[in-house]
């Protein structure tokens, strides 16, 4: 087991190198020459000349890479082009509160989700399941950032229950986290059905009758716990999703997280800001995809096996 | 009098289709006495397993009676029927598909006695499992192991613990050596012959393999779509089948033996629909005896042409001279 984390541990470094790679190739097709940006209009050739040296734009794409690699090996993201201030820095001040936003969304949209996909399997075709699947249809069909603007008509301008913007105070999370969270249930719900309606079909699940297990414990301990790994599966790719999902509620919201410093930075063609917060999204990814694969293994006895193989 | 474990009368178990009513189960009526065993045989999709989980109630019947002990099972409430688990056994087929893959054996065996509340205690709980485990010829280093390390000899081996587990006076082995290699098999019904004699179980032993019932069990019935067209103490039914059907199934059993051939008796024609199913012989339009007028007349009734043996069959009946 241990041997297959350092492993996969191992792997994510090309992961990681070729990501970086696209990412700053793409900013670097994407601009035009920053330095007329941050210089004005009437600097002379030589003080061009001076800013691209400091600003680390001297030499040709290739080298440029490599110097930014070895730069981001030492933790060293650039210099934002507008604040003037370490990317790193300006990433790591934001990142709680994505985090924050991305975990209140993601818990609250498990804890809704994964039982109303139970009672929906349990009691297929019937209304209750009818009533899980049209709210699941809707939670998919809903743009968020759409959602989001209703959410606040609704409960910032008429009732008035929650802030429509900024992070101050508990309540402020409370819009954002539902805007972001309700994709999430919806599909979680979809899944743990469809999931579970494959797992209550099994025998094993007629054996546990036979031994005279309660229906709850059947249901519980049986199926649920067999039908896990899909929904495992889902919850890690999307966990990808809810931080693109928040960079538009974090906008709808006016919510300090990396979303918004991204969006911003883009208006701004604020590049190593762009570039820096990309790629640390990217790692932050494919370590949690990473996780996702360990958990796998505590979930499913045959799947360790093979892991250790 | 003999001392009925169980009394199965007029049984039925209807599923909806779209095509209309499937009679999976249609009518059924058996009694076994207390430690004897049951052969129930049949052609695949004739409604011998459906049959063997209705009367656990894993499927809940359309109609009928099940007296264990005297006491209508279909009757009882889900919290009786749990309670009445304890009793009533069954062994699955498959020895794969019916374990839970994330127990680990020792977690498969102690489930029931856990549930069920047979003993309390961790240890007592491991001393039952460890015991259990001997009985079936399990090896304790598999205390730990999960079902898909282990081959199929060994998962039947602890479908049975588990079936142990609770102390049962009556178990449905529902083909539980079909999906097994043939040297396995053998070591499975031989296991299932001693815990029998040991334990004075009674068993309902479903199966599609004739020679696999005929060491096993004392009385045998046959089923064809959903009825039963001939019952009869093994040996009787093995010398003299009656019911058209019975010979044929008979006749496919081969004999080892180099030059040996018995005639076999071909069928041919369609198999009956279980859809909705015309009120006459089930078996007519295959029989090579069939007899329009009598067979197509009405639902063949299942008569005692002789101690204990008893056909399903209008012709045959009327041939030995009883009123149909």
């Known amino acids: ?309 | 009098m003999a001392d009925n474990i169980l009394e199965v009368k007029n049984l039925k178990k209807y599923f909806k289709t779209s095509r209309g009513m499937l009679h999976a189960v249609d009518d059924i009526n058996f009694t076994i006495e207390r430690g004897k065993t049951l052969g129930l045989v049949g052609e695949s999709g004739c409604g011998k397993s459906t049959t063997g989980r209705v009367i656990l109630r894993l499927i809940e019947p359309t109609s009928g009676e099940v007296l264990f002990e005297g006491k209508d099972v279909t009757k009882l409430s889900k919290r009786e029927m749990r309670h009445m688990r304890k009793d009533m056994q069954i062994i699955f087929q498959d020895p794969f598909s019916s374990l839970d893959p994330k127990k680990t054996v020792s977690q498969i065996i102690a489930e029931p006695i856990r549930e069920n509340r047979i003993l309390t205690g961790k240890e007592n709980i491991e001393r039952r499992v460890l015991e259990l485990m001997e009985t079936v010829g399990l090896a304790e280093r598999y205390i730990n192991t999960y079902p898909h390390e282990l081959d199929g000899g060994r998962r039947q081996r602890i479908g049975i613990a588990r079936a142990l587990a609770m102390e049962p006076k009556l178990i449905i082995c529902d083909e539980p050596v079909s999906a097994l290699d043939v040297s396995i098999q053998a070591q499975i019904l031989n296991l299932l012959k001693e815990l029998q004699e040991k334990l004075g179980l009674t068993y309902i032993f479903i199966t599609h393999d004739l020679s696999v019932v005929n060491h096993f069990s004392d009385d045998i019935a046959v089923m064809y779509l959903g009825q039963i067209v001939e019952k009869a103490p093994a040996e009787e039914l093995f010398e003299h089948p009656v019911h058209p059907y019975t010979q044929a199934l008979l006749s496919a059993i081969p004999i080892p033996e180099l030059g040996h051939r018995r005639e076999r008796v071909k069928l041919k024609g369609e198999i009956t629909s279980p859809v909705e199913p015309p009120a006459e012989c089930r078996f007519a339009k295959r029989c090579l005896e069939c007899n329009e007028k009598i067979c197509k007349a009405s639902v063949p009734k299942l008569i005692e042409i002789s101690p204990n043996h008893f056909i399903a069959c209008p012709l045959k009946q009327q041939e030995m001279g009883f009123k149909i």
Not at chain 1, 237 to 253: D, I, R, W
């Open chain 1, 1 to 309: 087991m241990h041997r297959y984390i350092i492993k996969r541990l191992i792997m994510l470094i090309p992961v990681l190198l070729g990501v970086a790679f696209i990412i700053f190739a793409i900013m670097n097709v994407a601009e035009g020459d920053p330095v007329y940006q941050v210089a004005g209009p009437d600097a002379t050739e030589e003080q061009l000349d001076a800013l691209r040296e400091e600003m680390g734009l001297n030499g040709s794409l290739i080298q440029r890479y490599f110097r930014y690699i070895g730069n981001l090996l030492r933790g060293d993201l650039g210099t934002s082009y507008i604040s003037r201030m370490d990317v790193m820095q300006l990433y790591l001040l934001r990142l709680p509160n994505t985090l924050r936003l991305a975990s209140i969304a993601m818990v609250v949209a498990v804890i809704i989700s994964v039982p109303l996909g139970i009672v929906a399997a349990v009691n297929q075709n019937s209304w209750k399941d009818t009533i899980a699947m049209v709210l699941a249809l809707l939670g998919l069909s809903m743009p968020n950032f759409w959602l989001g603007l209703l959410l606040i008509i609704l409960f910032s301008l008429k009732l008035g229950w929650f802030p429509s913007g900024g992070a101050e105070g508990v309540v402020s999370v409370v819009l954002p986290a539902v805007t972001v969270g309700v994709g999430l249930a919806a599909l979680l719900t979809r899944t743990t059905r469809s999931s579970m309606l494959d797992v209550l079909r099994q025998d094993y699940l007629r054996t546990a009758r036979a031994k005279g297990v309660s229906e709850n414990n059947v249901v519980m301990h049986h199926a649920l716990r067999n039908a896990l790994i899909p929904i495992i599966t889902i919850f890690g790719v999307q966990f990808s999703n809810v931080l693109g999902g928040s960079v538009l509620a974090e906008t709808v919201f006016a919510w300090p997280g990396v979303g918004r410093l991204v969006v911003d930075a883009i208006d701004q063609r604020d590049i190593p800001t762009v570039t820096g917060a990309l790629v640390m999204t990217t790692m932050l990814v494919t370590v949690v995809n990473l996780l996702v694969d360990i958990v796998y293994a505590y979930v499913d006895p045959r799947i360790k096996a093979q892991y250790t193989k």
